[in-house]
């Protein structure tokens, strides 16, 4: 049970509550993403609900401690659990659930083994804790007014996965990055290294005078954090398809590639190894 | 051998979904284990399955795998294929997933070492069994204990464009070949291998994933396989084979909607072989 969950205005009516960086467990109710809301005049909009139903319960709470408005909308980034699984404490107030085109096609190939994994990490702290399907789908970009606020839901070609949505209120110039922004935190790579470097230049000719990033604080100024996670990912890429052309194998790989990065990520062994093998398997095709 | 994979791989789904899933965080006794008796019925009968005290057969992975819808796995012979004694199949078996029987793996005394790798899915945390089938008809096993499936890594969810199916390419570990002693080759095949586990796979269909391999060199078996959707998408095999002279190498593959897909190579000293 979570009682209070802690959320800070990052710029006027944007609040954020960052997760922690530990692994998933009963103690932290899978509470590891950045999570928050954007509140308008007549809507408030949810971006991402947390890794349990109880971090989506809390987060529900927030809200309410700050404005009585309906939840209109909320927004479901990625298809990763840390992101998604507190979207049913949400259910009752009727909101349309936003999320990326080929979101629908990724959560049915996975969602069996997210209900498994979750339940084997939480136990019956994962209590309440649903899939909830999006009502919304986003091909490219959409505008959504909370009243006197406008806020942009924008679709991203592959990258960190193939369905990452941002979400950008004019407004206060606030930009949600969800995760294709680490910092500090190793990023993950869980769609296409090329994908994620092609959209992490894009990202770089955006304006915006706040940033919220999907798993980190957002104490660099930037765009410190931004070039940080592009030369994680660039060493990657570079590092990989030499070990491919100098034909080692995957296990090779892995043991060696990106070592010169360990120092500057927080759960750099969780991730790392994981990132060079998709990289790899990725790459090999080249 | 692929009815075995599909009637057994129904059966023990079954089975499976019977049993509450134990969920352990540490290492379990491999002796103990609750899937393990179902799946051995089903394969090997009443037949004895002797502790490796010979070592004859190993298998290597990362206890914590880094993506569970990747886990490379080595298995390893620790005898020589002689025409006395020799390992005549290697059984992968991913024992808590839906279709355990991730592939059977079958050997000459020609294909100088029996050895295979190849890339895993992983359901939820389990042993990785290999059995080694002699050809006296004696099996010995190896098991390793793997930690998969945590966080936001998940067995399936790749994709790959339609036009793309099918296609294979070979990489060497050597430059060049060696006549005579065994070379390292790698086999990729482009193909999603579905899992027909997905939520929204519709049950009428038969899903897509690649069952039978065949590799030959001038027409003589080097190694061939029965697989199944436990392998990753873009199915992967490492293995030896030696050449004596010049010749083709030639990969067979189908898959579960009968499709066939071939690919060859001429090998002589003097070519360069593509790996890089």
Redesign the interface.
């Known amino acids: 049970m979570i009682v209070d969950l802690p959320v800070r205005q990052v710029a006027p009516g944007n609040f954020v509550h960052y997760g922690s960086f530990e692994?998933?467990s009963p103690q932290n109710l899978g509470d590891n993403a950045n999570i928050g809301f954007i509140v308008g005049s007549k809507c408030v909009m949810a971006v991402d609900t947390g890794g349990s139903f109880a971090v989506g319960r809390a987060l529900r709470q927030a809200i309410r401690r700050v404005t009585p408005l309906p939840v209109c909308y909320v927004i479901l980034t990625h298809?990763?659990?840390?992101h998604f699984f507190g979207a049913a404490a949400f259910v009752a107030d009727h909101p349309q659930f936003i999320a990326h085109k080929n979101y629908?096609?990724?959560?049915?190939?996975?969602?069996?083994?997210?209900r498994?994994?979750l339940?084997?990490?939480l136990?019956e702290a994962a209590a309440g804790s649903e899939i909830i399907p999006p009502t919304v789908l986003v091909a490219e970009r959409l505008q959504i007014d909370l009243g006197g606020r406008t806020v942009i839901v924008r679709a991203w070609p592959p990258a960190h996965t193939?369905d990452d949505l941002t979400v950008f209120d004019e407004l206060s110039r606030t930009m949600w990055f969800s995760d294709l922004l680490f910092v500090r935190h190793t990023p993950?790579v869980?769609g296409t290294i090329t994908g994620f470097v092609a959209v992490m230049k894009e990202l770089r000719a955006l304006e915006f005078d706040h940033y919220v990033p999907g798993h980190g604080p957002d104490d660099l100024p930037w765009p410190q954090p931004l070039d940080a996670q592009l030369r994680y990912l660039t060493v990657i890429l570079d590092e990989t398809r030499a070990a491919?052309?100098?034909?080692k194998?995957?296990?090779q790989a892995?043991d060696e590639v990106g070592l010169s990065e360990a120092g500057h990520w927080v759960a750099f062994e969780?991730f790392h190894?994981?990132n060079?093998?998709?990289a790899y398997?990725e790459l090999?095709?080249e | 051998m692929t009815m075995f994979l599909r009637a057994g791989s129904m059966v023990v789904a079954a089975l499976l979904a019977t049993l509450c899933f134990a969920n352990e965080k540490s290492e379990p006794n491999p002796a103990l284990s609750p899937y393990w008796d179902p799946i051995k019925q089903l394969a090997f009968g009443d037949r004895v399955i002797n502790p490796d005290e010979r070592d004859v057969i190993r298998v290597y992975l990362n206890v914590r795998a880094d993506d569970a819808s990747t886990v490379p796995v080595v298995v390893k012979a620790q005898i020589e294929q002689t025409d006395r004694e020799f390992i005549k199949a290697i059984y992968v078996i991913v024992e808590r997933n839906p279709s355990p029987m991730a592939g059977v793996f079958h050997f000459t005394p020609e294909s100088g070492r029996a050895q295979v790798e190849t890339r895993l899915r992983f359901e939820d945390y389990s042993f990785v069994r290999a059995v080694a089938e002699m050809n006296d008809g004696k099996l010995y096993m190896a098991q390793r204990w793997v930690k998969a499936a945590g966080g936001c890594s998940a067995p399936n969810g790749k994709k790959l464009s339609e036009s793309l199916l099918g296609k294979m390419k070979l990489r060497f570990d050597d430059e060049t070949i060696t006549y005579h002693k065994p070379n390292l080759v790698q086999l990729m095949i482009r193909h999603p291998n579905e899992s027909p586990l997905a939520a929204n796979f519709d049950a009428a269909q038969i899903p897509q994933f690649v069952r039978s391999v065949k590799v030959t060199y001038d027409g003589k078996p080097v190694m061939q396989a029965e697989v199944d959707f436990s392998l990753s998408d873009n199915p992967n095999f490492r293995f030896f084979f030696t050449p004596e002279e010049k010749g083709l190498l030639n990969i067979e593959v189908e898959d579960t909607h009968d499709r066939k897909f071939s690919h060859s190579i001429t090998i002589s000293e003097g070519i360069p072989l593509p790996g890089g």
Request: hydrophobic share 30%; net charge positive.
């Open positions: 692994e998933r298809v990763h659990p840390d629908p096609a990724q959560l049915a190939a996975r969602s069996r083994s997210y498994n994994s339940q084997r990490d136990g193939d993950v869980d491919i052309r100098n034909r194998t995957i296990q892995t969780l190894r994981r060079v093998t998709a398997a090999e095709w």
